[in-house]
């Protein structure tokens, strides 16, 4: 069974930075995806930045791209994603996210809330 666990949420104020950690568990990840999604308040869930673990293959929103990245860890099963230049608008739950595909996903993480104060 496969575990998803955010952490590195927090409060922060517009223009400053956080790093959110995903460590997963339960089988060996090499062929597949890691993805973040967030999920404000009265807004559908929404993608942000997806890795693959085997090439380190990227890809992003075109709201985040440019201030988040995305990176692996494979000898600690952990996906990170680096937030700069946070905005108001990037208050969310956070959710990480593994699975087959870039655009198919099976395993969820329970999230973590970033909240970007004006």
């Known amino acids: 069974q496969v575990q998803l666990v955010e952490s590195g949420g927090g409060l922060v104020q517009a223009g400053g930075s956080l790093r959110l950690s995903c460590a997963a568990s339960?089988?060996?990840?090499?062929?597949?995806?890691m993805g973040w999604f967030r999920q404000a308040p009265g807004k559908e869930r929404e993608f942000v930045a997806a890795?693959?673990?085997?090439?380190?293959?990227?890809n992003y929103a075109a709201s985040v791209k440019g201030r988040f990245t995305i990176s692996r860890d494979n000898a600690k099963n952990t996906v990170y994603l680096q937030m700069n230049s946070l905005k108001p608008e990037d208050t969310a739950v956070y959710y990480c996210?593994?699975?087959?595909?870039?655009?198919?996903?099976?395993?969820w993480g329970q999230g973590t809330q970033v909240t970007v104060s004006s």
């Open positions: 996210a593994e699975g087959p595909a870039i655009t198919m996903y099976n395993y």
């Open positions: 339960g089988r060996t990840f090499s062929n597949s995806y």
């Open positions: 890795i693959s673990w085997s090439r380190g293959y990227t």
